[in-house]
């Protein structure tokens, strides 16, 4: 094994190591998830060398450097304000997602009118329409990192795979016997993930557009799913009051997340694998292990439904949206609420951090779209124009610039 480069990775900080084995190149990462202004970093040079022997003492003079950058980085002040950029007229019927590809250059919105359009972040243009789908195109997802596919999944009860770069559909994904809801790329871009109204998650293979297996366990809807960083394992949430967890290689059940009172309404895998958090509409997030399926704590507090749970980049934050117009932020580790975000007037239906974990984006029924700072709940801005409910928000992978869906038939981008 011979090391070629190391290289940075921004968020949530990490090395990357391309080294070559057996005359093939190949690249792992080290996460510094726990990285801050005050980390000695000869210190932690001498424990990464000490875990890994790719690392030699003619490359720690580099590495230091390159953590010198990622410690910047983590250490900058983002005191940013956020101004309409530009209103999009998306489709002539209300839109169901966005996305953004994950250097933000690029987003995708999908809509009642059967189509998914995508556009080009910075000038406002339409570059594809995305045409096929007999019924609304209801999720959407860029198959990030790579950002050259994008997936959708229609009340047609398809799923369809598509160039990024020439608009064309690839394959059509069929086997549902109901709307599909949620969908997901895994990390490597080789499967693409489905859940739908039938109970049923089916994973399919990007390269030969066959289906490579359906999850069968669940007895009512699949409204949520997630995969873990590795690609290797898959959790589904639905309304039959459980989470599944799943190994993706071999379509099997790992394990049964059960105790919720009501529907899940969201699920998501923390960085390093480790948690799954789930959000109810019995009031209660949960977080669970991973590895043994466990319970590890009920996160309380809201008064109504909680629609919408996140992590933040490093895993080390939960941030949750209710139907009770507020939202919280939780440490993952000690599962304590940190603050809480009131302001809206309105149930919050989505929930987002900035890839710094400095903020946390609130999209509302109240038309309005909030940025929170997370240390003191704080709400920074509103972000104000929509005429009607914004039901998704996200921010771009730098952090800088945000985009908002609405029902009223547009998106915004915000800089």
Known sequence: MR???LHIRYYPPGIFLDYEKGGQLRTKSIDLLNLTPETDVSELVSDIRAAEPL???SCAEQLKV?????????????DRKFYLFR????????????AFNKSGSSFI????????????????????????HRNVVYAIAFNNPYGDKVATGSFDKTCKLWSAETGKCFYTFRGHTAEIV???????????????????AKLWDVESGKEVSTLAGHFAEIISLSFNTMGDHLVTGSFDHT???WDACSGSKVHVLTGHRGEISCVQFNWDCSLIVTASLDKTCKVWAADSGQCLASLLGHNDEVLDVCFNYTGQLIATASADGTSRVFSAETFQCLCQLEGHKGEISKVCFNPQGSRVLTASVDKTARVW???TGVCLQALEGHSDEIFSCAFNYEGDTIITGSKDNTCRIWH
């Open 182 to 200: 949620c969908l997901a790329f895994n990390p490597q871009s080789t499967l693409v993930a489905t859940g739908s109204m039938d109970t049923t």
């Open 3 to 5: 090391l070629k480069r």
């Open 109 to 132: 919105t999908g809509s009642y009118d059967r189509t998914c359009k995508i556009w080009d972040t910075a000038s406002g243009e339409e570059l594809h329409t995305l045409e096929g």
């Open 66 to 78: 390159l953590i010198g950058k990622l410690q910047e980085k983590v250490s900058q002040k983002d």
């Open 243 to 245: 989470a599944i967890l």
């Open 55 to 57: 690392i030699s003492s």
């Open 373 to 375: 700072c997370v240390n």
């Open 87 to 98: 209103a999009l007229q998306a489709h002539i019927l209300p839109l169901t997602n966005v």
